[in-house]
């Protein structure tokens, strides 16, 4: 009985042991087909992606759209294949994501090169063959990822094979129950590949011959293996006489030695092929131009088992682009020619095309306008060329200006122009100008000729001035200052009685019909009223200002020793009510004694402070700075603000009489407080400027010297 149980259990024990073997035994069978099956895509992959690059061969001299269309759907394919791969971690998984990266990169540029259909012109030509070497190059780099992951692939199935190996003895216990399985498996795909490689050597078959692009499958030991018609036809010879040469036979002598060393890099293993361009010599011995792509294919030990060879002919296309280097050479050399004619010459010159825009501008023209010369691109751009008829004094439009009457047929000679430098200066030329004609007569372009009158004109003006008597001209100066004087009073006398009174009666009016007829009057009468005094008291103020303007002059006094730190504090007192609405902020520094018109100080510091404080920012408490620096023989009164600022542009403007920066809605006043102030420091000796950024705020400069006690 206890024997009997020993069997059953040995019995059970054995085929426990067995169905635990026969289950590792098919868990690797599965996972040896899943290599199968993955290297039989890869296969297909790598299949594919020679075909895709035979067929990009021939884009760069010009393709069919039947090529094109067939190029994307094997792209297509590509990428179906590739998104059937669940990569794998590590080094196939980066190599599957930089594939599918090359796939979409390469789709847009076949699509370019489908779009772009037969080509017509030099332009169309020189894009196809951009276009193609991008191709060329995409297509490279997918074909070694594809060569790459093929590698690695291998590497695991041959690992997957040595574990494999481990159990055999293990199989052969299972080998009556899996041995049906693995022939099955075995035998289906073996016939499923023979399939695929028939069907991938058919398709190669068939672009081997389309004679699209020359090609060749050569053997580092027997030569040439494969021929297509189109190779013989680049090279000159029968089929069976060029299967009778060997490479270097046919390459010129003076490029042997680059394409040997390539060859060797090939051969040991540090690239997988290469592209360059050379020269043949076909069989009557003439030299043509080439580009030759080689490929190599190797064995699984890495060894080249043969090398697939593309050649294209591009001895026509070289030939062009040497015409066209030597052309352009030409065209250079003469442009320099014509500038040093033009540099050489005594006078300035310009030169515009048909449309007007500039092309040639020699360097005496450019130092005529201060050493610039905007090369303008038509008639508009000459308003960057400020300039007056001397005859008259009217201001020369762009239609108007010489070299435009030029591009128009006309001819100008001779004109004497006014004019204003890049850097400010004026000056007066001489001009003439005439139109460039074509062999056809039509219009090309126009010319100008400039010569530079200025120091003439004014040694004519000097001259004439000469014989002035000095004496006589102080007389006639005093005699104007005189006048001057006169003018000034009787305005400052119409402004603050004749014109005034007037006023006084239409305020006094329109406050009588605002106060008495209010009951009577409509709302539009009652604005028309209001509007009426509302100008009625602007026009008061602006002859207030405009007197204040003249009795600068008219009513100075003497100069005086003055504390300019005591006329702040007179100042900040009466600025008192605004600085404490504003809340401002003043620190003053130490400032110097100098000798000036008191009531006018005054009057000048009170403009700026005020000035600081009306134009505050709303979202910033306004914070003054009253500085003094001296320095280099001067003395300079700094007035600074944090308010709004302005734009520096506007500087020249903002110094003159009622000129204002913003409407009187936004900011009350004249316009004329910094004019005022301009003419206080002008008649103490100094100058006044300012810097600003807005936004940020702005500084008023007073420059004066540095002891005012010697004025």
């Keep these: ?169 293990l199989l052969i216990i299972v080998l009556a129950l899996t041995s049906g399985a693995i022939y099955f498996l075995s035998a289906r795909g073996i016939l499923r590949i023979q399939k695929e490689l028939s069907e991938s050597e058919e398709r190669f078959r068939r672009y081997f011959e389309l ?51 390539q060859f060797n890099r090939v051969m040991a293993g540090e690239i997988e092929g290469y592209t360059i361009d050379k020269r043949f010599i076909r069989k009557g011995g003439e030299i043509i131009d080439s580009t030759i792509s080689v490929r190599a294919m190797r064995l699984a030990d890495g060894s080249v088992n043969y090398f697939v060879v593309l050649l294209q002919d591009i001895t026509e296309r070289k030939r062009e682009q040497e015409m066209r280097e030597s052309l352009l050479k030409e065209v250079h050399l003469e442009r320099s020619r014509l500038k040093a004619i033009l540099d050489s010459l005594p006078v300035g010159v310009w030169i515009t095309d048909a449309e007007g825009k500039m092309v040639q501008v020699n360097d005496l023209a450019r130092d005529i306008y201060g050493g610039k010369a905007p090369q303008a691109q038509d008639i508009d751009g000459y308003e960057e060329y400020k300039a007056w008829w001397a005859d008259t004094g009217e201001r020369i439009k762009d239609g108007d200006m010489p070299l435009a009457h030029a591009i128009k047929g006309e001819t100008v000679k001779d004109r004497v122009v006014d004019f204003e430098r890049f850097d400010g200066r004026r000056g007066t030329q001489l001009v003439s100008a005439a139109p460039i004609r074509d062999n056809k007569g039509g219009i090309a372009g126009g010319v100008a000729i400039v010569q530079d009158i200025t120091t003439l004109k004014q040694t004519e003006e000097a001259l004439r001035k000469a014989h002035d008597e000095l004496e006589q001209r102080v007389l006639e100066r005093t005699a104007e200052l005189e006048h001057k004087t006169r003018e000034l009073q009787e305005f400052a006398f119409v402004a603050s009685h004749d014109l005034s009174e007037p006023l006084r009666k239409i305020q006094t009016f329109g406050d009588l019909l605002k106060t008495r007829g209010v009951d009577r009057l409509r709302e539009q009468e009652r604005d028309y009223v209001s509007r009426m005094t509302g100008a009625a008291s602007r026009m008061q103020e602006l002859l207030d200002a405009l007197l204040r303007y003249s009795r600068i002059e008219t009513q100075a006094r003497d100069f005086i020793p003055l504390r300019l730190e005591e006329i702040v504090q007179m100042v900040t007192a009466d600025l008192e009510v605004s600085i404490k609405e504003t809340g401002a902020q003043l620190e003053i ?46 003395c300079r009164i700094l007035v600074e603000d944090n308010g709004i600022g302005f734009d520096e542009k506007y500087l020249h403007k903002i110094f003159e009489p009622f000129q204002r920066l913003h409407g009187k809605n936004e900011y009350p006043g004249t316009g004329i407080g910094l004019a005022i102030c301009k003419k206080i420091v002008e008649r103490h000796g100094g100058t006044i400027t300012a810097k600003s950024t807005p936004g940020k705020g702005s500084t008023f400069i007073i420059t004066l010297p540095a002891d005012g006690r010697d004025r």
């Design 1 to 169: 009985m206890k024997t009997q149980s020993r069997i059953s259990l040995s019995v059970v024990s054995s085929l426990a042991v067995s169905i635990v073997i026969a289950l590792i035994a098919f868990s690797i069978l599965q996972n040896l087909n899943a290599e199968i099956t993955r290297r039989r895509a890869l296969n297909e992959i790598v299949d594919s992606t020679y075909t895709l690059h035979l067929l990009t061969a021939s884009f760069r001299e010009g393709s069919g759209w039947s090529d094109t269309r067939e190029a994307k759907e094997i792209l297509l394919s590509l990428e179906t294949l590739l998104k059937g791969m669940s990569p794998r971690p590590g080094r196939e998984k980066v190599v599957l994501e930089q594939l599918q990266k090359s796939y979409l990169e390469l789709r847009p540029l076949i699509d370019q090169i489908f779009v772009s259909g037969a080509v017509f012109n030099e332009f169309e030509r020189e894009r196809r063959d951009i276009l193609g070497s991008q191709i060329q190059m995409k297509v490279q780099f997918i074909s070694d990822d594809t060569n790459r992951l093929r590698e690695i692939s291998d590497s695991k199935t041959i690992s997957a094979q040595k574990r494999a190996g481990g159990i055999v003895v």
């Design 589 to 634: 520094g130490t400032l110097p004694m100098v000798n000036g018109d008191p009531y006018q100080w005054r009057q000048l510091l009170q403009n700026l402070i005020a000035n600081a404080i009306k134009y505050h920012r709303s979202e910033v408490r306004p914070r003054i700075k009253i500085l003094c620096e001296q320095n280099s023989g001067k």
């Design 211 to 261: 004679g699209l692009i020359g090609m060749t499958i050569t053997s580092p030991k027997k030569g040439f293996v494969e021929i297509n018609d189109r190779i013989c036809s680049i090279l000159g010879y029968e089929r069976r006489e060029l299967l009778q040469k060997t490479w270097a036979e046919l390459t010129h002598p003076d490029d042997l030695a680059a394409d040997v060393a």
